[in-house]
């Protein structure tokens, strides 16, 4: 089978959310190995990630030191996301992959994904990146013409415009390396954003993708046959917090749509990821599952996880 693994911010930084590059290697290490897991099985594995809190410590850093150096841009700040995590994901992938003994290559494709100029979301951020704050310093950003969320329990964090994906300009590219034997890291962060260049190709936008959306969009260019969102949960959960939280497990997409639409999942955490697989399999994909990471391998058997299927 072929599979999208997505992987999703919780994946790639320590249980305490936090970011520092040892919690980021340690993470990044146990998600090889998981995923190792699969392409041990027979799979053919692409691989996506999320790039949420190291684009914004990016962005951060280049604020605190605009006296001192010119800031750039926040597609810049997303490829370079791409850069450290597809580095990362390639020393453990390929130390994972040899370990259970189907050594295979990686490569991590600098990747862009198109979205359009006049996306509405430009003129009303809503993806949360960097670190979490206090409502304080959010007030102070927000009068410096920021925009900053309430998150709840954690603190507030800063909000960049996230279009949505048209397109993997990149896709060939993946198809020619998977054709090739390579396990390919591919649209990290969403896909670096860009839009049709008056000077002909494309250039960046300042944005930052929804990964779970660009991983749908992805599966269907390369033809998945399985996409496969991992979090920190096992299942997307109806009722999610009450006492009568029950979890989702196989799904039809009409269903899960209604689910949606009657909003049963966090807004910037479980309903990009139950939206993500729904469309994929509405768009006639065969198959999409959300679990957590180490139930990837189990899920992909149809042993756990939220399993969307195809309407009858
Ligand atoms: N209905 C729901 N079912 C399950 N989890 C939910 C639901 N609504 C919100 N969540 C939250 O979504 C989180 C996963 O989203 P998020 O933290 O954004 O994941 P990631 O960083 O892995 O992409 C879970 O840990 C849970 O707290
Ligand atoms: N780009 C993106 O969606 O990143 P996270 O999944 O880390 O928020």
Redesign the pocket.
Known sequence: MRIVV????????ATDGSSSPDDQRAAIEEAAGHIATLVAAGHEVVVTH?N??QVGNILLKNELSAHLLTPVSLDWCGAQTQGTIGFTLMNALERRLAAVGTPRPVATLVSRTLVDPDDPAFDAPTKAVGPYNDAEHAARMVEQGQSWRDEGAKGWRRLVPSPEPREIVDAPAVEALVGQGFLVVSSGGGGIPVVASAAGGYEGIEAVID??LTATLLSRQVGADLLV?????E???????TPE?R??GEVDAATMRRHIEAG???V???????DAVTRFVEGGGPRAV?TS?PSIARAVEGGTG?IVVPSA
Not at 229 to 233: L, M, S, Y
Request: net charge neutral; aromatic share 4%.
């Open positions: 997505a992987l999703g911010g919780n994946a790639m930084t999320g949420g809190p990964k779970d969102i991992a979090t920190d949960v299942h997307a959960v109806l009722r999610w917090g939280a979890p989702i049963e999942f966090g910037g955490s479980m309903l990009p990821k139950v959300v990471l939220t």
